[in-house]
């Protein structure tokens, strides 16, 4: 089975500030997908970034990258430049290769101070 | 751009009732999820539906639960005599198929219907 855990429940940045989110899982499976979902409030869940597990490269996605540590299991997210629009749960989850089915972090609610 | 719509946005209903949630997925993917979060917990998946048929259900998903897919367009979730712990925010998502070139799948999320039961 696989688990996600998020330690940090929540977080705040000031504005252009840079900020780290931490997530660790737990996987049997050697081919997996790690991700970082954003929920603003009152809205869609969205994509942040992603992340296979047989790439050593960290992604990025603009603002957004990751610190992917396989051996320790560990898929923080990093936030330059934070902007008053990233404040939101952010949802670390991992995902099977062909699998269906999310497992997700508990999520951290980061908001952004001006 | 494309988005998954669901309905309602809250519902309040007594214990017992029989409870049904809409989404109406991205029309053209061919898999839909639904996944559900008790305040203050994790997001936990409930179901996939792929063909007219359940993939793959969680230990909740049991028999107070159903899928449909009625029509072409909307997924529903039906629970059938809700209990105090069905209170929960409960997201429909819907994702492409995989191919051999996308072993995973992006899932696009709704924004939740948000069940109170009394």
């Known amino acids: 089975a696989q688990t996600v855990t998020q330690s940090q429940p929540e977080m705040s940045v000031q504005e252009a500030e840079t900020v780290t989110l931490s997530c660790t899982y737990d996987?049997?499976?050697?081919?997996?997908?790690l991700f970082w979902y954003k929920q603003p409030p009152s809205r869609q869940m969205i994509l942040v970034i992603r992340q296979e597990a047989y790439k050593q490269q960290n992604a990025t996605e603009n603002r957004f990258s990751v610190n992917f540590q396989k051996a320790a299991k560990s898929f923080s997210l990093k936030i330059s430049d934070s902007q008053l629009g990233d404040t939101a749960m952010y949802f670390c989850a991992c995902l099977m290769e062909y699998g269906n089915k999310l497992v997700f972090g508990a999520g951290t609610i980061l908001r952004v101070k001006s | 751009e494309p988005e998954v719509t669901q309905t309602p946005s809250h519902q309040v209903t007594q214990m017992g009732q029989e409870v049904i949630l809409r989404c109406v997925p991205i029309?053209?993917?061919?898999?839909f999820y639904w996944y559900r979060q008790i305040l203050g917990q994790k997001v936990e998946f409930l179901v996939s539906f792929y063909n007219n048929e359940i993939s793959e259900k969680s230990e909740i998903f049991d028999d107070q639960f159903s899928v449909e897919r009625p029509d072409g367009s909307n997924f529903t979730l039906k629970i059938r005599s809700t209990k105090l712990e069905d209170s929960a925010m409960y997201f429909c998502a819907s994702s492409e198929a995989l191919s051999d070139q996308s072993p995973w799948r992006q899932l696009f999320f709704g924004e939740g219907s948000r069940l109170t039961v009394l």
């Open positions: 996987t049997s499976e050697s081919n997996y997908y």
């Open positions: 029309s053209n993917h061919l898999y």
